[in-house]
Nanobody
Framework: QVQLVESGGGLVQPGGSLRLSCVAS????????MGWYRQAPGKERDLVAV???????NYRDSVKGRFTISRDNAKNTVYLQMNSLKPEDTAVYYC??????????????WGQGTPVTVSS
């Protein structure tokens, strides 16, 4: 009923930038929180940033000042602009959304993940 499609990952040198996108589609009535998580090899999946429907944001400390989360409610899309990337940012990045279907059922959905590698 709902699909999240991520894009924008890839290989970038330290200090470089990438912009991730995640588009939600399907029988969606409304979307509440939208967020990005990441999982490095051998580590747990951690929250990177989250944005509420009203635009309030929260970031993990290690990305503050470098990453910016934003959303386009008309397009059911969330973005993550990543600047000044560091090797420790290397991970698979996952989109996560809280949404309400047209049927009024509430779901929490994950994207398939997009890999980000920061290396020279």
């Amino acid at each position: 009923q709902v699909q999240l499609v991520e894009s924008g990952g890839g290989l970038v040198q330290p200090g470089g930038s990438l912009r991730l996108s995640c588009v939600a589609s399907g029988s969606i009535h409304s979307i509440d929180n939208m967020g990005w998580y990441r999982q490095a090899p051998g580590k747990e999946r951690d929250l990177v940033a989250v944005i509420t429907e009203d635009g309030f944001t929260n970031y993990r400390d290690s990305v503050k000042g470098r990453f910016t989360i934003s959303r386009d409610n008309a397009k059911n899309t969330v973005y993550l602009q990543m600047n000044s990337l560091k090797p420790e940012d290397t991970a698979v990045y996952y989109c996560n959304v809280d949404l309400t279907l047209i049927s009024r059922a509430k779901l929490n959905e994950w994207g398939q993940g997009t890999p980000v590698t920061v290396s020279s």
